[in-house]
């Protein structure tokens, strides 16, 4: 569970609607954001990243990305993530959520300095608390 006072901001970037709820629920339970935010698509999370990057409160402190969606998959977001990252007024840690073992995809995701960490779905409690823990770290520190 994380201890700080000021929860981190949530977002989940997936088209399956059974896994985006199982997700945030665990989220919840754990009270490990102050609130999750999710889009179905990529194209939707970067018009949004681009509507408020201005403002630090409503951009997410961690995104967990899936690979395959329709409109924009997790690559094209990664793409034109990276093209708008310098922009933000604050930074976002993205994870990669996947239910692919290809290792074309995890060596892949490696090659994006963005990604934190490639996890495989459905996440773990254990994966989800350390990733938070982590976060917490990172923001204690700086």
Not at 3 to 21: G, R, T, W
Not at 100 to 111: G, Q, V
């Amino acid at each position: 569970m994380i201890m700080d006072k000021s929860k981190p901001l949530a977002c989940v970037i997936d088209d399956d609607e059974f896994y985006v709820l199982a997700l945030t629920r665990m989220i919840e339970i754990f009270k490990l954001a102050e609130s999750t935010i999710h889009f179905p698509n990529g194209e939707d999370a970067i018009d949004f990243l681009t509507m408020v990057k201005d403002y630090p409160v409503q951009i997410p402190d961690i995104i967990f990305l899936d690979i395959n969606m329709p409109i924009m998959n997790g690559w094209r977001f990664l793409d034109k993530f990276i093209n708008l990252k310098d922009q933000l007024s604050k930074p976002a840690k993205i994870y990669m959520t996947s239910s692919s073992f290809n290792s074309l995809d995890m060596y892949k995701a490696k090659t994006y300095g963005t990604i934190a960490d490639y996890l495989i779905k459905p996440v773990m409690k254990a994966d989800l608390i350390r990733v938070f823990k982590e976060l917490q770290n990172e923001r204690a520190i700086s």
